[in-house]
């Protein structure tokens, strides 16, 4: 159902062809667009040469979520996993659906040069491997023309060569390499997993966008605690990877929190525990609300979090996974006096 967001009682009734939208960034930068009634502000920030970090476009995956700090914005249809009411009541919007009647200004959670870049043109590339790993996940590595470059954590946008609709997925894999691994989860009624399933199949092309995000491996001294729920394990085993080729990076104490459904959902540990071999300060919880393998936490890997904190709660948490996961460790990281400011979230759907 369509639902509306108001920070402010007076609105104003306009009679010009257009709205001013104004967008903050966390450094401060402030654009002001022009939005024609009804059109989105994603729409709007494009047509002023801004990439405003989306995927979906149409309210499913959270990406472009950003929050009013004033005026009034029409929100469309989404999922309730993306924007849950609570965040609606807390001024959150989705760019992508949001539809501008009123001037208004949205902050969103990245810097300003994010979303003055041109997007660069999509990239060739040829599947090389897929293979079911653990219950509803599938290894897929793709093979690209050059090495690329990233921020572990990142994630480009993924879709066979003719297709319209394109699917984002973390990198696994240490950055520089032209050879590019991913965990899918497959989803009924997915378009990309079933293509993948189904069709796809080695010497199958792609298309690829550049690296995005704001998710990826930050070089300071504190302490680190990785959350992963699913497939959202797979930033972090770039993150590691990459931790392990620099000692500065290496030597601080981190915590890796992996979470799954069932034992049978598990992948990777062994990748994970020749990591731990180079990182002796790497300590490795796993947890399975069923059937989980011993030792393994009966439960969610947000439970652990609370035990995971070092003394004086400078921890920087890092979550990935399911929208609800992600709030839930939040929460749990606010408990036991993390800021908000030191935990870093990527959802999916």
Known sequence: MDSSVSL??????????TIPVTL???DGVARQVEAHPGESVVSAAQRAGLTILTDCCNGECGTCRAELVSGVLELGAHSDLALSEEDRRDGAVLTCISKVTAPCAVEFPYDAAEAMLEEDPPFAGRITRIEQVAAETLALEILIDEPLDF???QYVRIRPVGAEVWRSYSMA???GSDT?????????GGVFSTWLKNEAAVGSKVELSGPRGTFFLRREARPRIFVSGGTGLAPFLSMLRSMVSDPSLSGIPTTLLVGVRSGAHFFARDEIEAVQKEMPLLKVV??????????CHAG???DLIGEAVAAGADDRVYLCGPPLMVEAGRKAAQAVGIPNEHALAERFI
């Open 8 to 17: 402010d009682s007076d609105v104003v009734e306009l009679i010009a062809d």
């Open 24 to 26: 903050l960034f966390s």
């Open 151 to 153: 921020e572990p954590g």
């Open 173 to 175: 894999n240490q950055p």
């Open 180 to 188: 590019l691994r991913f965990f899918v989860r497959v989803v009924d």
């Open 286 to 295: 796993y947890a399975a609300e069923k059937e989980g393998p011993q030792p």
């Open 300 to 302: 969610y890997a947000t």
